[in-house]
């Protein structure tokens, strides 16, 4: 495996190649040609224009990364040597979890960790929410954690001040296992490595990075992290969000997705949107982190907030927005195609993950609209994305 | 580029005209990016092999090599022939290393050498992610052989990397001592397809022979009558750093001409005595076995060895160096059953330490990261035992060597193994099994070239017809009174030096009556301080008094002042009072403790042994001592950190000189 690491490495490192780009070369080397990552290197490029359909542009990018194997090697051993690993996409010790979440577009090849890897088969949950998180909802935090760490759960903390580090912090005061996904290269977090060294050893805590393991904290690269946070997660609890920022975009995005996300219920005077998560199809649940069955029916009334007016308006216009990004006509087969590439899916469902206001007939009339959408025998009838189907076996192990 | 072509260039680059068969085969190899291991005997012209196909790359050909007389040898010839060739190594200052560095990342370099343990250093590692890297050479690759004679833990990390380079990327592997074994594990580590190349062994021109003696002064004195018999310069090896500056003084005495070369030197006098070997400045160098490797001297006339080597292939790789030019050289080993055993078995035996020192380094590191210093001061451990300790645990998967900042910290990965002690024990067999092999050599009464060719895994060999045993020319002592007198004169007038001189010369180097394992002076110092001996005998106050009158004679001293001493007696008082009355020169009590220190002795290395006595000497009455030279007093001179602290101490009281005196010097370990 060690000599296939360079290739997996370096094939990471191609430049403006995004995740589902590179995830479906992999897949064509891998499970189309059945070829390891080195023979797919020494190929010429009269093959790859041939068998992976790339164009010259690509073959321009993997010319220069080869050009760079030699670096990127001694790279590789100086991360080695000092006690990483390295865990790709296709290896039996990847997230399911995450590879389940993201599917092909967007779970990362190639994982940078430190610690228990173990940790990365466990059930998890994640409890995100704001860096200035005030007491009630580090005290939830705290509590969830408390919860999850006796029932064996992995807590996913993205190592952000608040309730990251709350819930960091708790899951190993109740002597839980954590996964601390880093905003940053793995390379450049010796303070951490210090601070946590004796729960790595134990195998209490496994540090775990997707990005390059030289790469310095950035903005960027902590948005980008998220998605890997709700990815690793099995179920996400959210303490404390506002109406803006790494967590609500990243509550949205999964309740598009469909994942469940349990919201803590605020109390009145609560500054914050956990309620729009709410409305928005979010799970409430208490400060003990049960469900309730009716938002509106286990607290006393006055405790409902009330959005007024104002926010009403707010919020309406940031959901216009948000629909805007993501809902204009000329983008809607785009949407389906990718949502249909890693899952088949009812019209129902389709409709349900894509928030649409669609009828479930219209639905199915326009998927037999769009080219290489397949539809399944069975009732109701279930589509999927001719092609791409193959890909999902990857990672199906 | 076919072989004429090649053999063009080379003639243009090289003013050579042909490439020797196996030569080209590796070349031709190379130039293809395959992986080539090549072991021949030196002066075979093994570095052609990768010096000429490097010309032909478009980057930098990166050579690892331990021996840094080798690196400065190859850049300066390769300079002469007009290639840009550079080397990074811990002689050259940090500022010099960065800009070769740079030049590097830059690609104005076409080949660079640099030291394995590069391979740990960040500054480096950086670098080379942004370097054009066309070809790795490892030099000396038995090195990475834990059965090699010389395993050193930074090839673990060159192996690694060659391991980790995708398939069709140069990599050359050379070495002229390799038994089929290490062979054999060399081709394992580095894999992917290596070819290998071996050449035959036999060194026609050496004229080996063992000459059996029953003392160390033989020794001293066959080479006295003897040495200046030989034509030309050569080495003179010892086995401890002590014995390199006795057998120098010794030559001195007897007016050979000779200098001394061990690993306490500078680095810039080491410099200095390689550029001086070249010259034939000197009869001859005594050396640590440190000396001599990867000098491109093609004379060397001969290779004495003082000191039997620990394994038959340690021998012929320390006598490889001599006579490359195929004229007659001669390989002489002395053999002193009566002393030569112990050393080599010491060695063997603390090849590997204790169990529970690696138990006390892991235990150390469970509770948290720590440096090699720090890793030092929580265990006790000899700086050497550390570092043994670090590479076995490294290379058992039970710690990572973890860079912070600059440095390197150890952690213990999870999940770690429990150590296994059962390696040690072979590679302790192993090399027992390899000194039994030298001690079959020294008593040989066959060809012993034959005997060195067979072992290294070379079965073409045949009788040599010119060591001791095939010309039946075997060497006896023989010698009158006048040398016995000689010896004794000698060792009665040398007195060890010790070197503590401080950069503002006001404390010099002082000088010991003699060392402490050295005759039967540590037997004495040991009787009075530990046995309730009462005060140094007499002899041992003459003999400082001689020392002092060889050393101190030019000098005025204003005041004795003694060491003050750790636990309780006055032995030193007492000493130093006596000197005090026969130099008639004033004593002073005046120096004392702050706190109470530790015997020095029970520190295992320098960190904790500097740590006992930072800040611990006081003065009570300073006027006394301004702008005097004193003569500092006391028993034993181990590490030199007590007299250093001293120094430092009362040249911030603004005295004038301090020159240090003692009864005996330790050779290490003595105590």
Known sequence: ?397 | MDRIEAEKKLNEIFKIDHFYDTQWSVIEKILKGEKVLLIEKTGFGKSLCFQFPALLFEGTTIVFTPLIALMRDQVNKLDSLGIIAKCINSNQDNETNSRIIQEAIKNQIKILYIAPERMENIEWLNAARQMNISMIVVDEAHCISTWGHDFRPAYKRIVNLVNLLHANFPVLATTATATKSVEEDIKQQIGKGIYSYRGNLIRDNFRLFVIKVNSEDEKLIWLGQNLNKIDGTGLVYTGTRTNTEIYAKWFDYIGIKSTFYNADLEPATREEIEKGLLANRWKCIVSTNALGMGVDKPDIRFIVHTQTPISPIHYYQEIGRAGRDGKNTFIILFFNPNDDLSLPKAFIEGSKPSISKYQKVISALKNERLGEQKLMKATNLKQNEVRTIKADLIEQNIINEVNENKSKIYEIKFNAPEVNFQPFNELKEHKTKDFEKMIEYINLESCRMDFLCNYLGDASSNKCNKCDNDTNHIVTMNYDDSWKQKIDEFHGNYFPVLEVSSHNGKLIDGVAASFYGVSNVGKMIHHSKYENGGDFPDNLLKLALRAFKKKFKDLKFDLIIYVPPTVSGNLVRNFAQKLSEILKIPISHNLHKSRETKPQKIFQNAVLKKENVQNVFSYSKTNEIMNKNILLIDDIFDSGYTVKEIGKYLIALDVALIAPLVIAKTVGGDL
């Open chain 1, 1 to 397: 495996m060690n000599e296939e690491l360079l290739y997996w490495f370096a094939l990471t490192q191609l430049k403006n190649w995004g995740i589902f780009k590179k995830n479906q070369l992999i897949v064509k080397i891998i499970t189309e040609q059945k070829i390891t990552l080195s023979q797919f290197f020494n190929l010429k490029s009269d093959n790859y224009i041939e068998n992976f359909n790339l164009d010259k542009s690509d073959i321009i990018d993997l010319d220069r990364v080869k050009k760079e194997l030699p670096n990127l090697s001694f790279l590789l051993e100086d991360l080695l040597a000092q006690g990483y690993e390295l865990i790709t996409i296709n290896s039996s010790k990847y997230s399911k979890t995450l590879k389940e979440n993201l599917k092909l577009k967007y779970s990362p090849p190639l994982l940078f960790i430190k610690g228990n890897s173990q940790l990365l088969q466990e059930d998890s949950i994640a409890i995100v929410g704001s860096r200035d998180a005030d007491e009630i909802s580090l005290k939830f935090t705290d509590k969830i954690a408390e919860i999850a760490s006796k029932e064996f759960k992995v807590i996913i903390s993205g190592f952000a001040k608040g309730v990251d580090k709350q819930a960091l912090d708790s899951a190993i005061k109740y002597n839980g296992h954590s996964i601390i996904v880093l905003p940053q290269g793995i390379m450049t977090f010796n303070s951490g490595f210090n601070k946590y060294y004796k729960e790595i050893q134990r195998g209490d805590v496994l540090v775990l990075s997707t990005f390059h393991p030289k790469a310095p904290w950035s903005v960027q690269l902590a948005m980008s992290r998220n998605p890997i946070i709700y990815g690793l997660a099995k179920g996400i609890y959210v303490a404390q969000s506002s109406d803006k920022g790494g967590t609500w975009s990243g509550v949205i995005d999964g309740i598009n997705k469909g994942r469940k996300i349990f919201v803590r219920l605020p109390y009145t005077n609560e500054k914050n949107a956990n309620n729009i998560l709410i409305q928005k199809g979010a799970i409430p649940v208490d400060q003990g982190g049960n469900l309730i069955e009716n938002k509106f029916n286990q607290l006393e009334f006055n405790d409902v907030p009330i959005i007024n007016d104002d926010n009403k308006k707010e919020i309406s216009t940031f959901d216009l927005s948000v629909n805007a990004q993501i809902e204009p006509k000329a983008s809607i087969d785009d949407r389906i195609r990718d949502l249909l590439s890693y899952s088949e899916l009812t019209s129902k469902e389709i409709i349900k993950t894509l928030n649409l206001d669609w009828k479930i007939q219209k639905m199915t009339s326009h998927l037999n609209k769009i080219p290489n959408i397949i539809k399944l025998t069975g009732k109701p009838s279930k589509f999927y994305l001719k092609g791409d189907k193959r890909i999902n076996n990857l990672f199906g192990e």
